[in-house]
Structures are given as structure tokens and as C-alpha cells.
């Protein structure tokens, strides 16, 4: 009589879990709203997996890549989704007013094309604006928003006023600065020009490419944790 009540039991549970039609679905999260640097949709409840999203959209998994972080009030949290199409729009921050833009970055095709800071009082500090050549070209501005301009330090330090060679092999400034220390880099040629997000500009440089004879006058160090991770020269 007891393992028939067991069995009853059982049969009973089974048939309630497959007939609850009306349960709650899990939760889908929603996405930030304009205004911050996140991009995709977090989950309202740790643990949690949220829906399929709009179409386009890949589900990141342990098997295509690491996990994504997007930060929000200072925290990080990981992205469970993010579009197949490279982002086009602009990312707007704000002043503690809530109504004076801080920042504005603008991205094409996924690319950042213009990124433009502006202080407390609406004046603008700094405008980055993307060239068709690639280079991304910095302005800076004094405190009543005149454009100022950079100084170019010639002869500042030892490396500036020698001549560098480019295309020549183990000679060429390219390999002798590659995986170099960034401090022998302001040793060798003072504080660059221009600071690109960790591209150090150095302009007013004397390098001759020995191919072709031209006079290449701009040295671009890339800095990755203190080291330079490549060197490009410029006319």
C-alpha cells in the first residue's frame, strides 16, 4: 500500500510539472538605456541566461571567445549576447548635472571616427577626429576653448636631433625601439607630441628610409604595459 502511495505520489508531481502551463518565464533583461558606455543586454538575476534578442544577434558562449564585460556604476558585468553588425551611433556621457555633455564618441562601421570632451561649463577640452589615412588626429583646447597648438620639441633630447634610418633591417629605428622599455623612449626623445591612447607621437624627427631617400619627419611608439609593442614612421 506504501509504494503504491509513492508511486501515486510521483506520478502526481510529474504530471503537475508538465502542465504548468502558467509559470512564470524566466526573466529577459533589457538594455541600458542612451548614455553609457555599455552595449548588450545584462541579466536581471545572477545566473540567469536571457532570451534570444533582436535578429543579428550571436549568443557568446565558452566556445567562441572569452566572456565580454561591460561596466556600468563602476562594476563589470558579462554581456551574454552582442550583435553580429559593427556598431554605428553615438555614445553620449554627461556632466553630474545630467544635462552637460561630458563626452561624445561617434563610431562608424564599428570604428571610433570622432571623440570630442568637453568641461563643466560647455567648453570643449579635446577633439579626436579619425583621418582617411588612419591617423587619428588630437586637438586640444585652452580654458575659454581656443585650439592650441602642439609644441614641437626638437632637439628637447639626445634622439631628436639625430638622424634615424628606416628600411634598413636591424639598423632601422622600428627594430631598435621594438619591446624597448617606455622610459628609455622619453630618455631617448622627452615626452611625445601627442599621447593617442597609449600611441606616443613624436613629430620634427629626421628619419631617412635608405630605399627610397625620403625624409620621414613623425615616429609613432605604441606602449602596451610599459613597453613598446611596435614603431611606425611617417613624412
Known sequence: MKQFASISLVAGL???????????????SKPFPEGGEEFGALPEEEGMMPESGAEGGEKLTES??????????GKLYQVYEIAKIPYEGKVVLYHPDGTT???????????????????AN???????????????????????GNPMKAPIRIGAAPGRGLVWKTGAGQA????LYRGKGAELIKKAF????????????????????????????T?????????????????
Open 190 to 217: 622627452g615626452d611625445p607630441d601627442e599621447d593617442q591612447s597609449g600611441v606616443w607621437v613624436y613629430r620634427g624627427m629626421k628619419v631617412a628610409d635608405v630605399q627610397t631617400g625620403q625624409l620621414m619627419t
Open 122 to 144: 560647455a567648453l570643449k577640452k579635446m577633439e579626436a577626429v579619425l583621418h582617411a589615412n588612419g591617423a587619428m588626429k588630437t586637438t586640444h583646447f585652452d580654458e575659454v
Open 14 to 28: 510529474v504530471w503537475v510539472g508538465c502542465s504548468d502551463e502558467g509559470a512564470t518565464p524566466l526573466p529577459v
Open 172 to 175: 632601422s629605428i622600428e627594430n
Open 219 to 235: 615616429v609613432r611608439f605604441s606602449i602596451v604595459d610599459g613597453r613598446v609593442l611596435s614603431v611606425s614612421v611617417e613624412p
Open 101 to 119: 555633455e561630458s563626452s561624445e564618441r561617434v563610431y562608424m562601421d564599428g570604428v571610433l571616427v570622432r571623440h570630442t570632451i568637453w568641461d
Open 64 to 73: 567562441n571567445g572569452a566572456p565580454v564585460l561591460a561596466e556600468r556604476d
